[in-house]
C-alpha cells in the first residue's frame, strides 16, 4: 500500500503543469504603481518648467548684459565725442592764438611737414614749406619761396642757424610788398584779430 500511495502522489506531480519559479501577479490597477507614474510624471514637468526658466533667466541675463555693454558704450561714445569737440575747440584755440602772436596760419598737409601762410601773404598759395628729419627743419622749395630773395633770406637759416629770424625776415619782405603796393593792409587769412575787410 506504501508504494501505490507513492506512485499517485508522483502521478498527481506529473500531471500538474511545472513551476519555472515564483510568479509575482500585478494588480491591473496599482495604486503603488499609480503613485509611482504620477510622481514621475510631474517630476517631468517640474523639469521642462525648471529649463524653462533656466533659459528665460539665460536670455533675460543676456539680455541685461547687452543692454549694460550698449549703455557703456553709448556712455563711452559721448565721452568721445565730448573730448574729441573739446580737443578740436583747443586747437583752434591754439592755431589762432599762433596766427595772432607771430601773423602765420600753420597746417600739416602730410606726415612731418609744416606749412605755414603768412598774415601778409598776397594769395593762399604764398606759404613757406618745411620738413621735420629727426630734430632737424629743412626748407622746401615752393612757388613762393622762388619769388623771395632767398640770398638775403637763407643766410638766416644758414648763417644763423634760425628759422624764427627767417620767417620774421620773410614777414617783413612780405609786410612791405602789401604796404608799397597797395598801401593799406589786407590779410590773406582769417583768424582772430585779423579779418578780411
Do not use: W
Not at 29 to 52: A, F, V
Not at 66 to 87: D, G, M, N, V, W
Amino acid at each position: 500500500a506504501v508504494v501505490s500511495t507513492q506512485s499517485t502522489g508522483e502521478d498527481e506531480r506529473q500531471r500538474l503543469p511545472k513551476r519555472v519559479g515564483p510568479k509575482i501577479l500585478h494588480m491591473k490597477h496599482n495604486p503603488y504603481q499609480d503613485k509611482l507614474d504620477s510622481e514621475l510624471k510631474r517630476l517631468k514637468e517640474e523639469n521642462t518648467k525648471l529649463q524653462q526658466q533656466v533659459e528665460a533667466s539665460n536670455n533675460s541675463s543676456i539680455l541685461r548684459d547687452l543692454e549694460h555693454t550698449q549703455h557703456k558704450l553709448a556712455e563711452s561714445e559721448a565721452a568721445l565725442k565730448k573730448t574729441r569737440t573739446i580737443y578740436q575747440a583747443k586747437v583752434k584755440e591754439f592755431k589762432e592764438g599762433i596766427f595772432d602772436l607771430f601773423g602765420y596760419s600753420v597746417t600739416c598737409p602730410a606726415d612731418n611737414q609744416f606749412s605755414l601762410l603768412s598774415v601778409f601773404a598776397e594769395s593762399q598759395d604764398d606759404n613757406v614749406l618745411f620738413y621735420r628729419v629727426k630734430n632737424n627743419m629743412q626748407l622746401i622749395e615752393t612757388r613762393f619761396t622762388k619769388t623771395l630773395d632767398m640770398q638775403a633770406h637763407i643766410s638766416k637759416l644758414t648763417q644763423h642757424r634760425s628759422i624764427p629770424l627767417f620767417l620774421s625776415d620773410v614777414t617783413s619782405d612780405l609786410f612791405h610788398r602789401q604796404t608799397v603796393i597797395g598801401g593799406e593792409f589786407e590779410p590773406t587769412c582769417e583768424f582772430g584779430g585779423y579779418s578780411k575787410k
